[in-house]
């Protein structure tokens, strides 16, 4: 028995992604979808996007990783040590870090760009005579404008969990002789680990799907894949090619997800 | 080998001492400056009302607050400038805090993990702790699958498995309900007694201040008024606060005017001291009811008799309106009282505090 709200669940995501799935094995024959079983699309997908499929992979873990650093800095800070305006200290701050998509992406363009601030300040300041543009159209320019994106979706679960971390617990840990370190490491960030995790899965996966942020300020050469995935569906109409690629970097980024969840379960107390 | 009673003053040096100890948050003066001696194998209390700064001063020992002012020595060390991790001492919290993460087990042998014991010294230690505390059926529980009591007694083992020189408790007991409470008190008796170790707790009950410490000292408004073994403190109150706070105590008003004092319920004696007002305090256990003979006495009305099983409890009203309780252990004789008649109450001098005040 399902409810409605299943129903639309199934409609909604679990239908269009079997059938996208299934896809993935046909074969696109002038233009029309020919049903078949064939891993053909995969080994093409290995063979001609191998290096955006780890380019995307890559970028997308540096953006995962410095996301959820810092969000666990940001949510720490206000959880011990914002007393009890933490609270307020956390909705003021998710409500200017929230924003548009595109916004931002803008507004890095501005900061970043050869007459953008950044520059100006530099050339006001006699730093530099010619505008740099080492600043955008670059993968750095990315991981900077996914990070502000991804920010406040790190935090929120980080903080959720940082919530359940009772000082008590902190201090009986340093009377027992932990310094810093092994407070931090023994007893803080074990009762955060599904905070981490969810922060962390989340930037994952949404920095390896983006194909906006790479074309607005990522240059030529930050090809990622979702922008090669984009090309297949509206382009070339080809939706065999599209969905294996999409699969591929499904699997591959859940894969990378296990992997870190396996080592942070390093951190379980023994 | 059993230690029943500490060292005491007069013995050799304290374990831990402190100097001229304060703190303050704020405008907030949480503890005074206060010196205190506390010796190896004392079963020390900290007792005062709720707020008085027992956590406070607590806390300064065992490393988690620094004091404003003073140092705090232990074992003739100075460790006034050292975090908890430094220190020879541990502590059981009053909300405990538990490792949630963590199961019983590994709750208790953090500690040994964190000095870098071996597995099996580990294994050996935690075994024999929950053994002694009584909780070895719960070894591979977590925390929110124990009782208040269970978690009482993890927390304690985490603490006594480090072997500290000194243990500090805050509030050990408050949460627990009645009947645990009790049955608690015995069991850190034994503990203390088994091990011999040096118990430093805070608690704002003086039954189990009386019924578990060789040492008190009373804390008012975070300075420590008065420092001595429970006997000491229940007949020899040195202020009217810890006569009030430490059992029941009747209070008479009264002044006293060149070594005499006049009670307002009419009864003089000699008592030196200087002139002013002061307040005569008498346990009940104290009063006689138509004693006659020597001692101090006057008339009053009967009020109320209640048979409380292993004693009687008498109230009379003097006619300075003042009440007295009386409390005898004859509980025959309460047949030919009669509520509502007059009635002679007396005591003897030695059984009575003069203390300055009103
Ligand atoms: N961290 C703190 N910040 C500010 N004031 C505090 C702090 N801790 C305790 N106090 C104040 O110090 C006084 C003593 O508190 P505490 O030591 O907890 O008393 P007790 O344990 O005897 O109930 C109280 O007035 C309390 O409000
Ligand atoms: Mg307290």
Redesign the interface.
């Known amino acids: 028995m399902i409810g409605p709200s299943g129903a639309v669940f199934l409609l909604l995501f679990v239908a269009p992604f079997a059938f996208l799935f299934v896809v993935s094995f046909w074969r696109k024959k002038m233009f029309v979808l020919e049903p078949d079983f064939t891993l053909v699309n995969y080994s093409e997908t290995l063979a001609d996007y191998g290096w955006p499929l780890a380019f995307t992979l890559m970028i997308a873990f540096a953006i995962a990783v410095l996301t959820t650093v810092l969000a666990f800095l940001f949510a720490y800070a206000i959880r011990f040590h914002a007393g009890r305006y933490a609270n307020a200290l956390l909705f003021v701050t998710l409500i200017t870090l929230f924003g548009g998509y595109l916004v931002k992406i803008y507004a890095w363009k501005t900061i970043l760009g050869t007459e953008g601030i950044l520059n100006s300040a530099l050339l006001t300041l006699g730093i530099v005579d010619q505008p740099l543009t080492v600043f955008i159209y670059n993968p750095g320019a990315v991981v900077v404008t996914l990070t502000h994106f991804l920010l406040p979706l790190a935090v929120l679960p980080v903080f959720a969990s940082l919530r359940g971390v009772r000082e008590a617990g902190l201090e009986a840990a340093r009377d027992l002789g932990a310094g810093a370190t092994r407070v931090f490491r023994d007893i803080v960030v074990p009762q955060c680990l599904p905070g981490i995790m969810a922060a962390f899965t989340f930037s994952f996966l949404i920095a390896a799907g983006d194909y906006v942020t790479p074309r607005y300020v990522g240059g030529p050469y930050t090809s990622m894949i979702g922008d090669f995935i984009e090309g297949q569906f509206s382009l070339r109409f080809d939706w065999p090619a599209g969905a294996a690629m999409s699969f591929t970097i499904l699997g591959a980024g859940l894969a990378i997800i296990a992997l870190v969840r396996w080592a942070l379960g390093a951190l379980r107390p023994r | 080998m059993t230690t029943v009673s500490g060292g005491g003053p007069g013995g050799a040096t304290p374990l831990v001492r402190l100097r001229g100890l304060s703190k303050k948050f704020g405008d907030v003066a949480a503890v005074q400056p206060l010196d205190l001696d506390i010796f190896a194998g004392d079963f020390f209390a900290l007792l005062g009302p709720s707020g008085c700064g027992k956590t406070t001063l607590l806390r300064m020992v ?1 490393g ?1 607050t620094p004091p404003s002012t003073g140092t705090v020595e232990i074992d003739g060390q100075d460790v006034t400038r050292l ?3 430094q220190r020879p ?3 059981v ?11 019983v087990r ?1 709750n208790i042998g ?2 040994l ?3 870098k014991a071996s597995d099996a010294e580990i294994a050996e230690r935690v075994g024999a702790i929950m053994t002694l505390v009584r909780i070895g059926e719960l070894a591979e529980r977590r925390p929110d699958a124990l009782s208040g009591g269970q978690a009482q007694r993890v ?1 304690l083992a ?2 006594l498995v ?1 072997r500290p020189r000194v243990l500090l408790l805050d509030e050990p007991l408050a949460a627990l309900d009645l009947k645990l409470r009790k049955q608690m008190q015995e069991e850190l008796r034994r503990i203390h007694q088994s091990i011999g170790g040096t118990f430093v707790f805070v608690t704002h009950d003086q039954g189990e201040a009386m019924g578990l410490a060789n040492r008190i000292a009373v804390m008012e408004a975070g300075a420590c008024v008065q420092e001595g073994g429970p006997e000491e403190i229940y007949l020899r109150p040195k202020t009217r606060f810890v006569s009030s706070f430490i059992g029941e105590a009747n209070m008479l008003a009264g002044e006293r005017r060149g070594g005499t004092v006049t009670l307002r319920a009419g009864i003089a004696f000699t008592d030196a001291g200087p002139d002013g007002p002061v307040v005569l305090v008498v346990r009940p256990e104290a009063i006689r009811l138509d004693g006659g003979t020597a001692g101090l006495g006057t008339t009053g009305r009967l009020d109320d008799v209640v048979f409380l099983g292993p004693y009687v409890r008498y109230r009379v009203t003097l006619a300075s309106g003042e009440e007295i309780a009386a409390h005898s252990a004859d509980t025959g004789r309460r047949a030919g009282m009669a509520v509502g008649a007059a009635v002679q109450i007396g005591w003897e001098a030695a059984d009575h505090r003069v203390v300055a005040g009103t």
């Open positions: 065992g988690f975090g908890p991790e001492t541990n502590m919290f009053q909300g405990y805090g538990l490792f949630p993460h963590m199961t590994q953090y500690g993990r964190i000095a927390a985490r603490a480090m």
